[in-house]
Each structure stands twice: as structure tokens, then as C-alpha cells.
């Protein structure tokens, strides 16, 4: 039977990624809408605003002066999620209580930066050329090399670099204090997304944890090279949907942009570098350059689709900072992008249940 029946019946689709099924009812999108709808962005924003705390040359809330940057801009993000220092907490261990059992925690250091794309504070990323996305994939790289683990295999591919400083007491670079296990690099766009400030920017995230959705994609990761004799699972991957071509978004040398068999958001975007890439350590120079293509391409056509400023959520998902050997071979340089649009500007879609 044609998988073109699929198109409108209920059905489940499997995630390799997360070992996990989603449902899918295609049929739902003939249903009149009569709930809530948000307001299309329709703002627009100088070039300079003084009262921006990302902006070049204004003070930001800890006091800390930014620089006349002509390009990105590194801090320490002055409301980190999380600290290098803090009161130490240790569990009472496993006691047989149910508290001991079902209600544990433990404590997670780390460091966070923030990274504005961009001195003007009215574009976004689909706004800015390949060569001027290229500085932050760059930026991106370098902070990803600086807290890298010695004992990592990919240290031997990362030329040494140096971090931003720490805060404005401080005259030298600030190396991390401890060796974190797993660096998360994001971008949240749009008031829709929770985003604090339209001046362009990203966060990274270093933490002694491996984060919940990183974790569950490794173990997967690592299960189909196990499985299938040395494997990649998401080079796999994109082989195959670059030969069905049907969810390609776009498609270059290096990476392919695509919707996921599985997506769980109507708009949904991974990319995916084509080759076996483990982290941002593994890319050339004219690799990087692709990617910042792919990038450009699919938040180009996001703002295109309904003409505003498209919100998403945007993750990459590299090897960890500090693995074992069997980790960092299976992890597969790839992006997420969330958007929470359903089938217009102004619907959006609520994951319930």
C-alpha cells in the first residue's frame, strides 16, 4: 500500500532520534479555527535604541558598559541560569524512604554567555547575509573550543582560543572553573518564544549536565551505531531524504535543511551537515561557510511564509563537551528549529496531554 494514504488517515510516526512515537492527524488541519490568535509582529524597530542593554556603547543592568562592537559580542550573561559558585548540595542518598526516592535532586554548575549577532538592533537572522552570519558561527566555534575537555578526541582538532571576560572587575579572560559536560547553543526568537529582547542574539549554556533532550539523542545515537555495524543514524538519515527529496527545505554541498518524518510543530526545521560531523571543531572553513547558508535559507523562508517576523526555537545539538569515545564518535552535528505557528501568523500551536 502507497505511503501517500498516510496523507489522510490518523497514524503514529517513530523518532530514531528520541526513541519515542508522535501522532499525527493530517485531517485536523480542514477544522474551522475559533480560538485564540495572537497578533502578527508588526513592529518596527530603530537601528539604534538606547535602551537596549545589548545595543553598542549602552549599560547594561549589572553596570557593565558594552563596547562600539562592529560585528558579535561576547558576556557573561549578567542573569545566568546557571553558576560557576554556589552553596554546595549533596544528597542524603538512597535510605529506602519514598523522599530518598521520589524526590531527588542534585545540584549543576555552569557558565553562560550571550552573543548578539548583529550592532543594529531591527534585523534577525534572516536579515543578515551568509558572510555576516559567518562571525557568529565563528563565535559559536571558538566558545565551544575553549571549554572543551582535554581528553575529548576532538581537542586535537580545536586551535586554542580564549573566552570573553567574566564582568567589568575583570582585566584578564576568565577560563571555566571546572570541566562542564555539555555546552548548549540557542537562539530563542520572537515574544511568542519567550524572547526578552528583539535585539538579535543567542545564548550558550555550559552546564555539568548532559540536558534532557541532548541525552535522550545520544543514547539513541549510539544505539544505531551499535546496531548497524559503525552506522551513523542521522548521516543515514539524510541520505535518504536527500534521494526522496519530498521535506527538503534546502539542500547545498555540506548540510540539508529539512522537516522531519517525525515533527511535532506544523513548521518544523532540522539541519543536518551531510557528512559525519561531530561538533563545530569538524568543520572547514567553506564548511562553516555552508552552513551559514542553511541558516540564512530557512530563516529567510520562515519570515517569507507568512510575511512577519517568524518566531522559533532554535538548538544545536553537537557532541558533549566531556564523553567517552563512544559518545563523541556517534554524536551528528545537527539544528533544531521550534516554531510555534500553526497554520497562520497569528495561530499558534500548544502542545496538551
Avoid at 545520544?218 to 551499535?226: D, H, I, N, P, S
Avoid at 559503525?230 to 543515514?236: R, S, Y
Amino acid at each position: 500500500m502507497s505511503d501517500a494514504i498516510l496523507d489522510n488517515i490518523s497514524h503514529r510516526r517513530y523518532n530514531p532520534l528520541r526513541g519515542s512515537w508522535v501522532l499525527v492527524s493530517p485531517h485536523r488541519n480542514k477544522r474551522p479555527w475559533q480560538g485564540q490568535q495572537e497578533r502578527a509582529s508588526e513592529s518596527l524597530l530603530p537601528a539604534y535604541d538606547p535602551s537596549c542593554y545589548l545595543c553598542p556603547g549602552n549599560k547594561r543592568a549589572q553596570g557593565d558598559v558594552n563596547p562600539q562592537y562592529e560585528s558579535t559580542f561576547t558576556f557573561v550573561n549578567d542573569y545566568s541560569a546557571v553558576k560557576e559558585q554556589q552553596a554546595d548540595y549533596q544528597s542524603s542518598g538512597r535510605d529506602g524512604s519514598l523522599s530518598s526516592l521520589l524526590l531527588q535532586a542534585e545540584a549543576v554548575t555552569g557558565k553562560c554567555y550571550v552573543i548578539t549577532f548583529s550592532p543594529s538592533h531591527n534585523v534577525t537572522l534572516a536579515d543578515l547575509s551568509v558572510p555576516e552570519i559567518l562571525p557568529i558561527i565563528n563565535t559559536w566555534a571558538r566558545l565551544y573550543t575553549a571549554h572543551i575537555s582535554s581528553l575529548s578526541p576532538l581537542a586535537k582538532k580545536a586551535e586554542p582560543t580564549t573566552l570573553p571576560p567574566a564582568s567589568r572587575q575583570s582585566s584578564g579572560h576568565m577560563e571555566p572553573n571546572a570541566q562542564y559536560r555539555y555546552m548548549q547553543i540557542f537562539e530563542n526568537k520572537g515574544a511568542a518564544m519567550g524572547c526578552s529582547n528583539p535585539h538579535p542574539h543567542g545564548q550558550v549554556w555550559t552546564t555539568t549536565s548532559l540536558p534532557e533532550e541532548p541525552a535522550l539523542e545520544l543514547e539513541q545515537l549510539k544505539k544505531y551505531r551499535r546496531e548497524q555495524g559503525g552506522a551513523n543514524l542521522l548521516e543515514d538519515y539524510a541520505r535518504l531524504e536527500a534521494e526522496k527529496t519530498e521535506r527538503l527545505v534546502f539542500e547545498n554541498a555540506g548540510f540539508l535543511a529539512l522537516c522531519p518524518w517525525w515533527a511535532i510543530w506544523p513548521f518544523e526545521v532540522m539541519i543536518i551537515a551531510k557528512e559525519h560531523k561531530r561538533a563545530l571543531v569538524d568543520f572547514l572553513e567553506e564548511e562553516k561557510m555552508l552552513l551559514a547558508e542553511a541558516i540564512s535559507e530557512v530563516t529567510r523562508r520562515y519570515d517569507n511564509l507568512f510575511e512577519t517576523h517568524f518566531p522559533y526555537s532554535m538548538g544545536i545539538h553537537q557532541a558533549p563537551l566531556e564523553g567517552t569515545d563512544a559518545e563523541i564518535e556517534a554524536s551528528h552535528f545537527h539544528m533544531h528549529f521550534y516554531p510555534p505557528l500553526l497554520r497562520s501568523a497569528t495561530v499558534r500551536k500548544f502542545l496538551v496531554g
